[in-house]
């Protein structure tokens, strides 16, 4: 059973600012809670013309919060304000007042921490900028090659034809009279050719461009793959290229038609923008969508890589305890785990039906994982129990009743064979069938004359050795009302022998502790009053005083109230404890 479990599931950790474990504790900071506090107090009803003012300020301040905490504590207050962001854009997004270039970058950051953090979105890959640019008929490219040259992404985001966004800038024509006109007043060609991007044309180009980009995924998903700063740089090339009237020249590189291109790739950019951060009803943003999208992928790939690790688990065989408790923990692991991101996604409900229409996150089946294991917690109960009775097995002689106790227990442990699967079953036939041999080959005694001759054992045999060898103590305080309080500690041996450590006497000086096997009930029945009191001498003085009566009969009535007490102290002869009293070895009231 050589999984990396852990290798394997460091990959579900972490996933972002956007994908965060409801239990998990997120840092606070005082700039995040006056945040919280101002997004979820804001009431657009009441600022009426001052809505759109009062909104796009709490949006910048987002922005400034982020740049302020910089690039190492950026994700801390994303995830802080993460919730209160989305939930005030979802409320304001009606009322149209919000600057939609300012959701944008706010989406922007989100996506780009979730990209930043999740392995399972490295292999999205998205269209190059220049699909989005379609040539104008007329322009002639300065370089042949550039149209036929490979994206920087070479798989697109979607799978569609993608519609380019069309600049509809052409160069004026003139005749050859204007021409001459226009050398006879003073004016070049070149600032002809400054014209034609005037600022009407520059918000003509602006509004198209937000028009092309409202819905637009694809778009959506070229801002947030690309590095910050190279996207435009990379319009500006292509406008460049595919308007040559607009080219520039030696002479020109001062200014001039270097500042128009500039201007146009930035209306360009700005339109682009401004569309992907506004909502269209009942849809929210495209970058919202893209952002819903890309949750979904986190979970469903980490619920399916949780699948995987529990499926190849599951059909692990396990051959002893500890390989069983391995397994069992490993796939109680990989559970806990799953629920953990099933929870997250009841808690992020709100955001991943932000796009209408899509289909729900599909929960991989766990069925035969969660069969295994049911079967391996039953498995691993099973093997403590046979466990537990080789170590009672380890002596050389067991009393009859016991020896035969011991054996039906083992038949009961085969008899729960059905509540495993076929694959567990060699496992538990094999332990069961090791423990039963081991139980067999012990000697056994007749059960009384080995009562008597563990209770009759001088002090310094009963107090060594293993049978006095306890694993945890257990404490009870007893006040007889004529002593001072006094404790009995119990607990009990190898052979599941009731054992007591107790002050040698009561009273002052009290001699130090002393360990004890306390002798069974049925050890009393055939002996007088003062055979009883000389068993006694040999335990601690505690035990007298408790259980010593002034007949015989009271005495061993005492006494069984006394060792039921004592024994129903410790787990695990609290069994043994029920089947002494069904058979009538117990003579206190109770039997």
Known sequence: MDVPLQLSMDKTDGAGALVKASSDKVKTTPAGEYLTAALNDFDPDQYDSIAAISANM???????????AGASREHEILAEIRDDVFAFIRKIEPKRVMDTMLVSRVRILYIRSLLARSPELQSIKV???????????????????????????????????????????????KSKLSSVVSRIRGLDQNTLRHQQVTGGKLREVQEEAKSFALGNKSLAAVFVHTPAGELQPQIRSLLAENFEFLSITGDEASGGTTGQLELLSTAIMDGWMAGLGAALPPNTDALGQLLSEYAKRVFTSQLQH????????????????????????????????????????????ALLTLENGSSPIQNPSTAAED??????ISLDSILKQVKDITRQSSVSSMGRSKKKAILASLDELGEQMPSLLDIDHPCAQRQIANARRLVEWIREEDDQAREIDHAQKPSTEMGSGTETDVAQWNVLQFNTGSTTPFIIKCGANSNSELVIKADAKVQEPKGGEIVRVVPRPSVLENISLDEIKQL????????SLLALARTTDGTQARYSRLYRTLAMKVPSLRDLVGKLGKGGVLKDVKS
Do not use: W
């Open 58 to 68: 709490l949006l910048m301040l987002v922005l400034a919060a982020v740049i302020k």
């Open 371 to 376: 069969a295994r294991l049911a079967s391996l």
């Open 306 to 349: 949780l699948k995987d690790i529990a499926g190849t688990l599951a059909t692990e065989e396990a051959d002893d305890v500890a390989q069983v408790a391995k397994l069992r923990s490993a796939l109680e692991s990989v559970d806990h785990k799953r629920r953990k991101i099933l929870q997250q996604m009841r808690n992020d409900a």
């Open 536 to 543: 006694f001498s040999e335990l601690p003085e505690a035990l």
């Open 127 to 173: 269209s190059a900028v220049e699909c989005f640019l379609e040539k104008p008929n007329s322009a002639r490219s300065r370089s042949s090659s550039r149209s036929s040259s490979p994206g920087r992404y070479l798989v697109r985001y979607v799978d569609e034809k993608i519609q380019g966004f069309k600049v509809n800038i052409k160069p004026e024509k």
